[in-house]
């Protein structure tokens, strides 16, 4: 049982020699200097490891099995929505890097040779790093391992998105154009036209529109209340000109925005779209 500690040309870096359970020499790389690591923080590690070793499970669980456990589990706590559970679906798949690893073999090496590796955008690395965090937390709740290996992995930067926003001649260039479009149905016609208009004038994003109730509109006020947002600073109400707010109306009334015969209306009090 030792701390090693090794100057290198990225900086001074810490390392633990203890034997397990078994009576097996192990090896683990802590990390750097710069990242706060020291030697009573390594010693302290290093007990940890020990103590870990002899109260480890009979039966180690993989990283798979974990991720499984964490998803239904806290998924089934915080009663995530339907798009989380797919976000979170998507993710768990993404980190099959360490899939067939046993948790508690897990390094923060392993972590950042995933980072390296992975194909995706800096904000997908992200996503699935926080996912990652998060079951690796479990597994320190479930008293698995005893410090997240991931805690301190690094976050790729998200370059600076450069919106392209519409400008008020092509949006009424856009809108003529849903008449040059072909669609089955004057009916598909006309829903494709109003979602457009209620995007361009409110401002709202897709899934707040997918989300939005017949409830949320006030048609006395012209005001439409966003009530299912990602965020709480999401929800809020946005005024409507007087225009949007008749076509809404007469297509959920099915009453005479013409050429639209009567028979268009909301489904399960869902204003619906593509």
Not at 50 to 60: F, K, L, N, Y
Not at 100 to 128: C, G, W, Y
Request: hydrophobic share 30%; with cysteine.
């Amino acid at each position: 049982m030792s701390v090693d500690v090794r100057k290198t040309r990225l900086g001074t870096v810490y390392a633990i020699r203890y034997r397990d359970k078994t009576g097996a020499q192990r090896r683990e790389t802590l990390g750097f200097e710069s990242e706060g690591w020291t030697k009573s923080k390594a010693k302290v590690a290093e007990r940890e490891r020990i103590v870990q070793s002899r109260t480890a499970p009979s039966e180690p669980w993989s990283f798979k099995k974990l991720a499984e456990e964490w998803y239904v589990q806290t998924g089934r706590r915080k009663n995530w929505k339907a798009l989380t559970l797919r976000t979170y679906t998507r993710s768990i798949e993404r980190l099959e890097f360490f899939h067939e690893m046993l948790v508690h073999d897990i390094r923060p090496k392993h972590v950042q040779r995933f980072i390296e590796q992975h194909p995706f955008s800096a904000k997908t690395t992200n996503s699935d790093i926080s996912v990652l965090h998060g079951i690796l937390d479990y597994g320190v709740r479930m008293e698995l391992i005893q410090q997240n290996p991931a805690y301190h992995a690094p976050r790729p930067k998200n370059g600076r998105k450069k919106w392209r926003i519409l400008t008020p001649e092509e949006i009424q260039r856009v809108d003529k154009a849903f008449d040059d479009i072909e669609f089955e149905s004057e009916e598909d016609r006309l829903k494709a036209k109003l979602m457009f208009r209620v995007l361009t004038r409110t401002g709202m994003r897709r899934g707040e529109l997918r989300n939005l109730r017949v409830g949320d509109i006030d048609f006395s006020r012209n005001l439409i209340r966003i009530t299912d947002s990602k965020t709480e600073e999401g929800e809020r109400s946005i005024a409507i000109p007087m225009s949007l707010s008749t076509q809404l109306k007469t297509w959920l009334s099915g009453e005479g925005w013409k050429p639209l015969e009567g028979r268009a209306r909301s489904r399960d009090g869902e204003i619906t779209c593509a």
